[in-house]
C-alpha cells in the first residue's frame, strides 16, 4: 500500500475524511447533499455523448479547430470527464494530450513550443489533460521553476492565447474545482487500490500538505490570465459525475452544431459551472 502523507494536513480536515461514506458529499461548500445517482447519470451522460458526436461531425464539416485544457489540483477529476468526452468520439478527429516532464532537449526550448505541436488542424479537437498553466501553478508551488520564470509566464500567456483566439481557434480553459477533504479521500482510495496506483505520482504525495500554496498561486494566475477574451470557466468537482454533465453541456451550449441544440441539451447547472466570481464565496478557499 502507498503511504499518503498526511503532516501538513489540518486535523478537521483529516476528521472529515475519517467520518466520510462512500457516496456523501463531504464538502460544506458542496451545493448538492448527496451525488448524484449512476443510473440517472449514465442515461444523461449517453444522451450527451450522441450529442457530442454530432459536434465533432459538425466540427469536422466546418473545419472548426477546438483545444479543450483541464486544469485543478491532483484528482480533481479532469482525466475522468476527458474520458467520458472521449468516451464514443471517433479518435481520428479528437486526441488527448498529456505531456509527461519535459525532456533535457525542451526546457532549453520556448516554453509553449511542445504544446504548439499539439494543436489541433482543421477539423480537429484537442483535449490537454493539463497543459501550459504547469508552470502557473504546479511548477512554482514544487519549485520547479524560478518566481521569475513564472511572472514572464503569466504575461506571455495572455499573449500567446490571443494568437490562438485570432488565429480561429476556439479555447476552453475549464479548472476543475476540488475540497480538500475530498481531494484527500481520493489520493487516499488510490493509494489503497493497486489499479489506481499509477495515477499517484511522488509529486502527487508532496503536494497534498501545500493546499494553501497552491491556493496562492491559483489566485495569481487567474489574476493574470482569466481575461475576456480567454476566460477560465470553473467546475465544482466534489461529485464527478455532475462535473462531467455540467462540463459537456456547456461545451456543447457553446456552438451552433445543430439548430435544435437548446431543446436537446439543458443549460449547465449554474451552482457548478461558471465564472469564478459566480461560483464561489467571498470566505470560500478555492
Not at 463531504?26 to 444523461?44: N, V
Not at 532549453?108 to 493539463?130: A, K, N
Not at 494566475?221 to 459525475?241: E, G, L
Not at 451552482?271 to 478557499?285: F, N, Q, R, T, W
Request: charged residues 30%; hydrophobic residues 35%; proline residues 6%.
Amino acid at each position: 500500500m502507498t503511504l499518503i502523507p498526511t503532516a501538513g494536513i489540518p486535523q478537521e480536515v483529516l476528521h472529515k475524511v475519517e467520518r466520510s461514506r462512500r457516496k456523501q458529499i463531504i464538502s460544506d461548500s458542496y451545493p448538492y447533499p448527496t451525488k448524484m445517482p449512476r443510473r440517472r447519470y449514465e442515461a444523461r451522460k449517453a444522451e450527451l455523448q450522441v450529442e457530442l458526436l454530432k459536434l465533432q461531425n459538425w466540427v469536422k464539416e466546418s473545419g472548426q479547430r477546438i483545444v479543450m485544457l483541464f486544469e485543478g489540483r491532483d484528482a480533481a477529476g479532469k482525466g475522468g470527464t476527458i474520458k467520458r468526452f472521449m468516451e464514443h468520439l471517433n479518435p481520428r478527429g479528437a486526441s488527448v494530450v498529456a505531456l509527461p516532464a519535459p525532456t533535457e532537449r525542451e526546457r532549453g526550448q520556448w516554453y509553449f513550443q511542445r504544446y504548439v505541436e499539439h494543436l489541433p488542424s482543421s477539423g480537429e479537437i484537442v483535449f490537454f489533460d493539463r497543459s501550459w498553466y504547469n508552470r502557473a501553478v504546479v511548477e512554482p508551488v514544487m519549485g520547479f521553476c524560478t518566481p521569475a520564470e513564472t511572472v514572464r509566464f503569466l504575461r506571455d500567456t495572455v499573449l500567446f492565447e490571443e494568437m490562438l483566439i485570432n488565429e480561429g481557434l476556439r479555447l476552453f480553459k475549464f479548472w476543475f474545482s476540488v475540497s480538500q477533504e475530498e481531494q484527500l479521500r481520493r489520493v487516499m482510495s488510490r493509494a489503497q487500490d493497486s489499479l489506481k496506483q499509477w495515477k499517484l505520482s511522488d509529486v502527487d504525495r508532496r503536494s497534498l500538505p501545500l493546499w494553501d500554496e497552491f491556493t496562492e498561486a491559483k489566485k495569481l494566475m487567474f489574476a493574470a490570465t482569466d481575461t475576456k477574451a480567454s476566460p477560465w470557466i470553473v467546475v465544482k468537482s466534489d461529485d464527478k459525475k455532475r462535473a462531467r454533465l455540467s462540463c459537456m453541456r456547456y461545451v456543447l451550449r457553446s456552438f451552433d452544431y445543430d439548430p435544435g441544440v437548446a431543446g436537446h441539451v439543458r443549460q449547465p447547472d449554474p451552482k457548478l459551472i461558471g465564472p469564478a466570481k459566480s461560483l464561489y464565496s467571498k470566505d470560500e478557499v478555492w
